[in-house]
C-alpha cells in the first residue's frame, strides 16, 4: 500500500524545500533585499490604503481584499500547525521559520504583483488572476494552467481546519452534539462563499482584527509575566536551529534534518508562501498598481509568521507545554488556561475564528479555479465535492487526505516557483511607478 506521508516527505525534503530556499535567496538578491530594506515604504503604503475610497472602480478595496488573504493565512495552522512543527523538530523550527518567512516574503509579492498585472475581467464583473493565469506567459500548452486550477482546488478544501474546529467544539463544550456542530459550521461556509469574495472579505474584516487583538493580548500578558526567561528561549531557538532537539516530550529524537524540514513546511503553509492562494485572492482588489498591491502580502507575512506564529511558540516554550506528551491542539490553550479562566469555552472560539475565515478563503479560491476548469459546471460540481469531502472529514481518519493537501501544495510550490523565475523580469520593485489598468 502507497504510504503518501512518506511521499509527502519525500517531496518536500528534496523538491518542495529546496526550491522554496534557493528561489527565496535568489529573489531577494536580485530586488536587493527589497522586503527590508523598503519596509518603512511598505508600511507607509498600508496605512495609506486605509485612507483610499473605492470610488468608481471595479473590485474589493485593497484592504478588505489584504484581510481576507491574511485570513486564510492567520489561521489554525498559527495555533496548531505551528507547534506540531516546535514538537517534531524543537524549538529551533522556529528560526526556520523566520528563516522561510524572510525570504518567502519577496516570492509572495512577486506572485501577487504577476497575478494582478495579468489577471483578466471575469463574467462577474470582477477579476480572476493568479499562477493559472499568469503561467500562459511562459507556456502554449493548455494542461498547465489546468493542472494549476486542480491542484488548488485540491487544496481549496481545508479538511484539516474544519475537523479541528469541530473536534475542539465538541471536546471543551460538553453537551454539543457533534453532527449538530457539522451542519451548522457547513452552512456557515457555503452562506459565506456563496456571496464570492466581497463577502469573504467582509467577513475577515470583522473575524481576522478581532482575533488578532485578543490573541496578541493575551499571549503578551503571559510572555510580560515571564519577562525574565524570555533571552533564555530565544538563545535556545537560536541554538537549537543548527543542532535539533529531543521533541515531543522526549519520546522522539529530532535531528537537524526535521527541525529545518518541519520549520520551513509549516512556514509555507501558515504564510501560504509559493502556493498561489495569495495570488487569486489579490487579483480582486481595485488597486490598479502591481506593486502596491503586493507589498501588502509582505505586511500579511509579518503579522501571519512574525507576530501570530511567533507569539505561539513562545506561549508553548515558556509554559513548558512544548514538552508534555499531548496533542499540538491543546498545547496553547494549556499555556492560556493557566493564567486566563474558561479557556474551555474562548479557545474554540479562537478555533472558530481562525478555521472559518481561513475556510472561506480557501474554497473562495478553489471555486474560481473549478470555473476556470468548467465555466458551465465547475461552481456547482466543486460545492458537491466541497460538501462531501468536509462531511467526510468530520467522521473518518483525515490523515492521507491531509498528505493528498500537502502533496498538492508541494506540486503547487514547484511549478508556481518555475513561473516566478521565469518571469522574474516581468516584476517591478519600483514603488513610485504609475498605476496601469490591467
Not at 516546535?86 to 501577487?112: D, N, R
Not at 528561549?233 to 527541525?259: I, R, W
Not at 506528551?325 to 475564528?353: D, G, H, K
Request: hydrophobic share 50%.
Amino acid at each position: 500500500m502507497i504510504d503518501l506521508t512518506q511521499i509527502e516527505d519525500i517531496a518536500w525534503d528534496f523538491t518542495g524545500i529546496p526550491a522554496l530556499l534557493i528561489l527565496g535567496i535568489y529573489i531577494t538578491c536580485k530586488s536587493r533585499f527589497f522586503q527590508i530594506r523598503k519596509l518603512p515604504t511598505i508600511l507607509k503604503i498600508f496605512i495609506e490604503f486605509f485612507a483610499t475610497t473605492k470610488g468608481e472602480r471595479k473590485g474589493v478595496h485593497p484592504i478588505k481584499v489584504f484581510l481576507a488573504s491574511v485570513g486564510g493565512c492567520v489561521g489554525i495552522g498559527n495555533i496548531v500547525g505551528i507547534c506540531t512543527a516546535v514538537q517534531l523538530g524543537g524549538p529551533g523550527a522556529l528560526f526556520w521559520i523566520w528563516v522561510t518567512a524572510t525570504f518567502g516574503m519577496i516570492l509572495k509579492y512577486a506572485e501577487v504583483y504577476l497575478g494582478v498585472k495579468y489577471r483578466i475581467s471575469d463574467a462577474n464583473g470582477g477579476y480572476t488572476g493568479g499562477p493559472m493565469i499568469f503561467i500562459k506567459k511562459i507556456t502554449s500548452k493548455a494542461w498547465v494552467p489546468l493542472l494549476i486550477c486542480f491542484l488548488l482546488c485540491i487544496y481549496g478544501i481545508e479538511i484539516y481546519q474544519f475537523r479541528v474546529i469541530i473536534d475542539s467544539i465538541t471536546e471543551n463544550w460538553h453537551g454539543a452534539d457533534h453532527f449538530f456542530v457539522t451542519v451548522v459550521l457547513l452552512v456557515a461556509i457555503l452562506y459565506a462563499v456563496n456571496g464570492g469574495i466581497k463577502r469573504v472579505a467582509n467577513i475577515a474584516s470583522a473575524v481576522v482584527p478581532l482575533f488578532v487583538f485578543l490573541f496578541l493580548g493575551m499571549g503578551s500578558w503571559i510572555l510580560l509575566a515571564n519577562i525574565q526567561s524570555i533571552p533564555a528561549l530565544f538563545k535556545m531557538v537560536f541554538t537549537e536551529a543548527f543542532t535539533g532537539s529531543a521533541a515531543l516530550g522526549g519520546f522522539a529524537g529530532s535531528t537537524l534534518l526535521m527541525t529545518i524540514s518541519h520549520g520551513i513546511r509549516r512556514a509555507s503553509y501558515s504564510g501560504d508562501i509559493g502556493i498561489g492562494y495569495a495570488s487569486v485572492i489579490h487579483s480582486e482588489t481595485s488597486c490598479h498598481t502591481p506593486q502596491k498591491q503586493a507589498t501588502l502580502a509582505i505586511v500579511g507575512i509579518l503579522l501571519d509568521t512574525f507576530l501570530i506564529c511567533t507569539m505561539s511558540v513562545l506561549l508553548i516554550l515558556v509554559s513548558g507545554a512544548w514538552h508534555e506528551n499531548i496533542p499540538a491542539s491543546i498545547m496553547v490553550q494549556r499555556t492560556l488556561e493557566s493564567t486566563f479562566p474558561f479557556m474551555w469555552f474562548f479557545m474554540p472560539f479562537f478555533m472558530l475564528l481562525l478555521g472559518y475565515s481561513t475556510i472561506n478563503a480557501y474554497f473562495i479560491v478553489g471555486i474560481k479555479c473549478a470555473e476556470q476548469i468548467s465555466p458551465n459546471y465547475g461552481r456547482g460540481l466543486y460545492f458537491s465535492y466541497a460538501t462531501f469531502a468536509f462531511l467526510a472529514a468530520a467522521y473518518l481518519n483525515t490523515e492521507e487526505a491531509q498528505a493528498i493537501m500537502a502533496i498538492a501544495q508541494v506540486m503547487l510550490v514547484i511549478i508556481n516557483g518555475y513561473a516566478i523565475y521565469k518571469l522574474r523580469n516581468h516584476v517591478s520593485y519600483d514603488l513610485e511607478e504609475q498605476s496601469t489598468s490591467p
